[in-house]
Every structure is written in structure tokens, then in C-alpha cells.
């Protein structure tokens, strides 16, 4: 019993003495960490600081725990749910090195601030980019915790503020469509049937003067690049990339501004100095197309950035898009400008822009402008040109040398005058050759001449914007034999509002030196400029 007191007294003093030291170490540590102890350790409830300071995490956290073990659960929660996030985003941002270009076939009445698809006749809203909401730096806890730095504001890229701008564009397009015309113009403002909207077209035009930048590559040398011929049935191609390369309202020197990006290679004159003549080898042209696109891309993150989407390249040669067939993105993503809008040979409305094709024998459009009323047009129709592709052989056999309205020539007769010929008609046939285009519908178009587009796969130039059912005649080749029938049915008073219309859009067509307002130049450029807006290019 002694034993057993001696020794439990000797337990008590023990631990008494243990217990004072113990104490001694213990109080001055909780004093201490009470004044610079952590405030956010794991032992604090998360449910109070999920309610003082929701931007202290930036996911939902439970609540419903206040002892520590669920506390300490509810952080390893948190530290799982950021892990989780972390992973999210940078999924997210692989996926976002490949750009996204969005199907041009969508309507704009479905985009978004990410992913919108915009054609040029029905614009969306624009999406502005907005600056962060600030949190707020005070709360009920403010004389306890620190605190907090106010969010950094976001900085926005070249590319978004870009983006930002077309969805502007985008909105006042849409503005005008639905009636909302609110941009003043004292040089010209579209009007009439010959528009397919008329105050769309004002204000996308509008919307392209203020915003819309170039950049032209520097590489390559002429005469294959950054050179074109001037003074042929070609003479667009060569007339736009020199005007390009000195333009100064649109074309930027600094690619981060630019819009589009602009492949200054003329495919006349690879057939001119590249190709192997009568070998009918596409080999040269097609390496020299490649080389050129690889060593942009090489030298620039532009075209690996939008797959070739943001850039176009122009041709008014035949073998214009034989030569975008060298490169899959050059074909399937980039804007093709082409006077050989062959449908059938691939040519996309969509993405692609149909331009005409204008023969400058002298360089300049002086003497092919103008002709007389149309009560000083005696002939009916009228077409002279050699045997080129399928249909003027099936025209020549129906109508050459049979009827005085139908005057159909293989070869003009010495002393006539093709443009005085032309000037005396109503109507001017312009069947396709071997490819869809032909100069004589600028030609009929100068002259006051109705055109008749005689083809299966065209698509006219600019048709995006201008209504060609108002101003022209569209007749398939297995009409030809009723060809005569099909324009003695338009009546006079409907024949004098479809000429008046042909000299109201000749202004579209005019290849002016330097050039003007609203001409072939600035028309091409709007062609481009819609289909940009037909995608939003993303960073990587």
C-alpha cells in the first residue's frame, strides 16, 4: 500500500513537475502564434473564409464543416479542385494552338465571343471586350486580415483587339440590314435593285475604310512576285498587286495590325517564266507556289496561326486555281481571288471572291467607256470571238450568219468596229471560253450594253453585293437555240431600267489610275474584307 502510495506520489510529482515545464513552453508558443500565426491554416474553418473572402479560392468549397479534421478535408478539396481546374485550362489552351476557323456556312445569328461565323448578308452583334469587374478590397473582417491587391486588369493581344473590331463591324453591318443607317456619305451612297442590300453594302464599306488593313508580304523578287501584266486580257492581276504595293490607306507595314495577309505572286507570269511552254507540266508552278507559302510560314506565326484562313492570294489566269491546288490550305482555307470563278473546278462563293477580268490593249479604260441611249440601239445581240472552249462553237452553229437581231461573228468583218458594234446593241453575248470568265462583260458593262452571261458554272463578280438578275440576263447553254425568243419576251419599258441599271454600277467596274472610291480596286478589297469577316482567327 506504501509502495503503492510512494509511488503514485511520486508519479503526481512527477508529472507536476513535467506539467509546469510543459506549460512554461506551452503558453508563451499559443501567445506568440496567436499574434503571427498563419490565418488561413488548415485548423480554421474554410466555411468562415469561404464566406469573408470568396476570391480567396476560385471554386465552391462545402460549407457545412466547423471541426478541424472536416476543415482540413474541405482545404484538400480545394487544393484538388485547383489541381482539376489547372489541368481544364491547360487542355483548353492546347486546343487552342490549333486556330479555330469557323464554318463560314453558319449563321451569324448563332455567334458567340468565341466562336462566331459571320457571312457578309446577315452581320452579327459585335461582342465588346470587357475589362474585369474589380473586386473589392473591403470586407467586415478588414481590421483582422491583410489586405487583398486589387485584380490585375486583363491585356488584351493584337489579335483580340482585332477581333474585337470586326465584331463591331459586324454589329453596324447588322444595324444597316435592319434598317439603322446612321453613316453619313457625301460621295456616294448605293441605291436601287442593282444592290442586294443596299445599306448593307453603304455600311460594310464604310465600316472597311475605317478599319481594314493589309499586309503585303516582302519576300520574293520580281517579276514572279510583287509584278503583274498591265496591258493584256490579264491586266487585273498585275493592275491590283501594284496597286497594293503602294497603297497607303489600307496596306499596313506592321503585320500585328493587319487583318489579312496578302501572297503578292502573279500566277501570269509563273506561266510566263516558270512554266516549260507546251509541256503542260504544272510541276514548276506548283514547287514555286509551295516554296513561297513554306517560307513565310518559316519566316512569320502568321499563316501556322489561322491555317492560311486570314491570307489571299489574287489570279486572273486560267491556271489560277490549278495553282491554290499546290497547297491543301492555300485551296481549303485561304481567300482565293479569281476571275475564273469555275464552280466546277472548285471555286467556293463562300470563302472565294469572284473578280472580272478586263482587257487593257492600251492600259488605261479611256476609249472603252460610254454609249448612246437606248433608243439609239438598233441591233438585238451581238457577239464576235473565236472557236475557245465548248459553248461559242454551239452558238456559232445556231446563230452565226442567220438572223439580223442575232449578229453572231467568228471573226468581225474588216472596217467594223467591235466597240462601235457593241455600242449599237441592246444585248451583248458573253458566252465562256475554255474557263468561265471573259472580258466582254466589263466590255458590255463600259459600252451601256446589257450583258447575256451565257454559262453553267460562273459565279459573276461581286455577286455578294450586287444583284446581277437586275442588270444582266443569265441563259444556260441549252437555251442557246431559244436564245432569241428568251430576249424579244423583255419588254421595252423592263429593257431601259436594266440599261440605266448597267451605267449606274459601271463605277464598280472602272480601273482607275490612281484608283477611286468604290472602283474594281476598292470592290476587290470588299470581297476580301466580307470574307474575313467570315471567321475569327484565335491565338495559339
Given at each position: 500500500?506504501?509502495?503503492?502510495?510512494?509511488g503514485?506520489?511520486?508519479?503526481?510529482?512527477?508529472?507536476?513537475s513535467?506539467?509546469?515545464?510543459l506549460?512554461?513552453?506551452?503558453v508563451?508558443?499559443?501567445?506568440?502564434?496567436?499574434?503571427?500565426?498563419?490565418?488561413?491554416?488548415?485548423?480554421?474553418?474554410?466555411?468562415?473564409?469561404?464566406?469573408t473572402?470568396?476570391?480567396?479560392?476560385?471554386?465552391?468549397?462545402?460549407?457545412?464543416s466547423?471541426?478541424?479534421?472536416?476543415s482540413?478535408n474541405?482545404?484538400?478539396?480545394?487544393?484538388?479542385?485547383?489541381t482539376?481546374h489547372?489541368?481544364?485550362r491547360?487542355?483548353?489552351?492546347?486546343?487552342?494552338?490549333?486556330?479555330?476557323?469557323?464554318?463560314?456556312?453558319?449563321?451569324?445569328?448563332?455567334?458567340?465571343?468565341?466562336n462566331?461565323?459571320?457571312s457578309?448578308s446577315?452581320?452579327?452583334?459585335?461582342?465588346h471586350?470587357?475589362?474585369?469587374?474589380?473586386?473589392s478590397?473591403?470586407?467586415?473582417?478588414?481590421?483582422?486580415d491583410?489586405p487583398?491587391k486589387?485584380?490585375?486588369?486583363?491585356?488584351?493581344?493584337?489579335?483580340?483587339?482585332?477581333?474585337?473590331?470586326?465584331?463591331?463591324?459586324?454589329?453596324?453591318?447588322r444595324?444597316?440590314?435592319?434598317?439603322?443607317?446612321?453613316?453619313?456619305?457625301?460621295?456616294?451612297?448605293?441605291?436601287?435593285?442593282?444592290y442586294?442590300?443596299?445599306n448593307?453594302?453603304?455600311?460594310?464599306?464604310s465600316?472597311?475604310?475605317?478599319?481594314?488593313?493589309?499586309?503585303?508580304?516582302?519576300?520574293?523578287?520580281?517579276p514572279?512576285?510583287?509584278?503583274?501584266?498591265?496591258?493584256s486580257?490579264?491586266?487585273?492581276?498585275?493592275?491590283?498587286?501594284?496597286?497594293?504595293?503602294?497603297?497607303?490607306?489600307?496596306?499596313?507595314?506592321?503585320?500585328?495590325?493587319?487583318?489579312?495577309?496578302?501572297?503578292p505572286?502573279?500566277?501570269?507570269?509563273?506561266?510566263?517564266?516558270?512554266?516549260?511552254?507546251?509541256?503542260?507540266?504544272f510541276?514548276?508552278?506548283?514547287?514555286?507556289?509551295i516554296?513561297?507559302?513554306?517560307?513565310?510560314a518559316?519566316?512569320?506565326?502568321?499563316?501556322?496561326?489561322?491555317?492560311?484562313?486570314?491570307?489571299?492570294?489574287?489570279?486572273?489566269?486560267?491556271?489560277?486555281?490549278?495553282?491554290?491546288?499546290?497547297?491543301?490550305?492555300?485551296?481549303?482555307?485561304?481567300?482565293?481571288a479569281?476571275?475564273?470563278?469555275?464552280?466546277?473546278?472548285?471555286?467556293?462563293?463562300?470563302?472565294?471572291?469572284?473578280?472580272?477580268?478586263?482587257?487593257?490593249?492600251?492600259g488605261?479604260?479611256?476609249?472603252?467607256?460610254?454609249g448612246?441611249?437606248?433608243?439609239?440601239?438598233?441591233?438585238?445581240?451581238?457577239?464576235?470571238?473565236?472557236?475557245?472552249?465548248?459553248?461559242?462553237?454551239?452558238?456559232?452553229?445556231?446563230?452565226?450568219?442567220?438572223?439580223?437581231?442575232?449578229?453572231?461573228?467568228?471573226?468581225?468583218?474588216?472596217?467594223?468596229?467591235?466597240?462601235?458594234m457593241m455600242?449599237k446593241?441592246?444585248?451583248c453575248?458573253?458566252?465562256?471560253?475554255?474557263?468561265?470568265?471573259?472580258p466582254?462583260?466589263?466590255?458590255?458593262?463600259?459600252t451601256?450594253?446589257?450583258?447575256?452571261?451565257?454559262?453553267?458554272?460562273?459565279?459573276?463578280?461581286?455577286?455578294?453585293?450586287?444583284?446581277?438578275?437586275?442588270?444582266s440576263?443569265e441563259v444556260?447553254?441549252?437555251?442557246?437555240?431559244?436564245l432569241?425568243?428568251i430576249?424579244?419576251?423583255?419588254?421595252s419599258?423592263?429593257?431601259?431600267?436594266?440599261?440605266?441599271?448597267?451605267?449606274?454600277?459601271?463605277?464598280?467596274?472602272?480601273?482607275?489610275?490612281?484608283?477611286?472610291?468604290?472602283?474594281?480596286?476598292?470592290?476587290?478589297?470588299?470581297?476580301v474584307?466580307l470574307?474575313?469577316?467570315?471567321?475569327r482567327?484565335?491565338?495559339?
Amino acid at each position: 500500500m506504501a509502495d503503492f502510495v510512494y509511488g503514485n506520489c511520486f508519479a503526481w510529482r512527477f508529472c507536476s513537475s513535467s506539467s509546469k515545464k510543459l506549460l512554461l513552453f506551452i503558453v508563451p508558443l499559443i501567445v506568440i502564434s496567436g499574434f503571427f500565426g498563419p490565418r488561413n491554416s488548415n485548423w480554421v474553418s474554410l466555411s468562415g473564409l469561404q464566406s469573408t473572402r470568396p476570391w480567396l479560392w476560385g471554386y465552391s468549397v462545402s460549407s457545412n464543416s466547423s471541426s478541424s479534421s472536416s476543415s482540413s478535408n474541405d482545404h484538400l478539396d480545394v487544393k484538388l479542385l485547383s489541381t482539376k481546374h489547372a489541368d481544364e485550362r491547360k487542355t483548353m489552351a492546347d486546343s487552342n494552338v490549333v486556330m479555330g476557323v469557323q464554318d463560314k456556312e453558319e449563321s451569324l445569328s448563332n455567334d458567340s465571343v468565341l466562336n462566331s461565323s459571320v457571312s457578309p448578308s446577315l452581320p452579327v452583334e459585335a461582342v465588346h471586350a470587357q475589362e474585369p469587374e474589380p473586386q473589392s478590397s473591403h470586407s467586415m473582417n478588414e481590421s483582422v486580415d491583410p489586405p487583398m491587391k486589387a485584380r490585375e486588369p486583363k491585356v488584351y493581344t493584337n489579335l483580340e483587339r482585332l477581333e474585337s473590331g470586326l465584331q463591331k463591324a459586324r454589329a453596324a453591318i447588322r444595324d444597316a440590314r435592319n434598317g439603322n443607317q446612321t453613316t453619313p456619305d457625301h460621295d456616294y451612297v448605293p441605291q436601287g435593285p442593282m444592290y442586294r442590300n443596299a445599306n448593307v453594302f453603304h455600311r460594310s464599306y464604310s465600316e472597311m475604310e475605317k478599319q481594314f488593313k493589309v499586309y503585303v508580304y516582302k519576300e520574293g523578287e520580281p517579276p514572279v512576285f510583287h509584278n503583274g501584266p498591265c496591258k493584256s486580257i490579264y491586266s487585273t492581276e498585275g493592275f491590283f498587286i501594284n496597286r497594293m504595293e503602294v497603297d497607303k490607306q489600307f496596306r499596313t507595314e506592321d503585320p500585328e495590325k493587319a487583318h489579312v495577309f496578302f501572297l503578292p505572286f502573279s500566277v501570269t507570269m509563273m506561266v510566263r517564266f516558270v512554266y516549260i511552254r507546251d509541256t503542260h507540266d504544272f510541276g514548276p508552278i506548283r514547287r514555286t507556289v509551295i516554296d513561297y507559302v513554306n517560307l513565310v510560314a518559316g519566316r512569320y506565326p502568321y499563316w501556322n496561326r489561322s491555317l492560311g484562313a486570314d491570307h489571299f492570294m489574287l489570279s486572273c489566269h486560267d491556271w489560277g486555281p490549278e495553282a491554290s491546288l499546290s497547297v491543301p490550305n492555300l485551296q481549303k482555307n485561304s481567300i482565293r481571288a479569281l476571275c475564273n470563278a469555275n464552280t466546277s473546278e472548285r471555286f467556293n462563293p463562300i470563302k472565294d471572291v469572284s473578280f472580272p477580268e478586263i482587257n487593257l490593249q492600251t492600259g488605261t479604260i479611256k476609249d472603252m467607256i460610254g454609249g448612246p441611249s437606248p433608243s439609239q440601239r438598233s441591233i438585238l445581240a451581238f457577239f464576235a470571238g473565236g472557236v475557245h472552249g465548248p459553248i461559242r462553237p454551239v452558238l456559232l452553229e445556231h446563230w452565226e450568219g442567220k438572223d439580223e437581231d442575232i449578229q453572231v461573228f467568228k471573226y468581225l468583218p474588216k472596217g467594223i468596229s467591235y466597240y462601235a458594234m457593241m455600242r449599237k446593241t441592246k444585248f451583248c453575248l458573253c458566252p465562256s471560253g475554255y474557263e468561265v470568265a471573259s472580258p466582254r462583260i466589263v466590255e458590255a458593262i463600259y459600252t451601256g450594253c446589257v450583258p447575256v452571261l451565257i454559262s453553267d458554272h460562273y459565279t459573276p463578280p461581286f455577286s455578294d453585293v450586287l444583284n446581277w438578275k437586275s442588270f444582266s440576263v443569265e441563259v444556260s447553254v441549252s437555251d442557246i437555240p431559244n436564245l432569241k425568243r428568251i430576249l424579244m419576251r423583255i419588254s421595252s419599258r423592263q429593257y431601259i431600267r436594266m440599261q440605266r441599271r448597267v451605267v449606274q454600277v459601271r463605277k464598280h467596274f472602272e480601273l482607275n489610275y490612281p484608283p477611286k472610291r468604290l472602283d474594281v480596286f476598292h470592290m476587290i478589297l470588299h470581297s476580301v474584307w466580307l470574307r474575313r469577316l467570315n471567321v475569327r482567327i484565335q491565338d495559339m
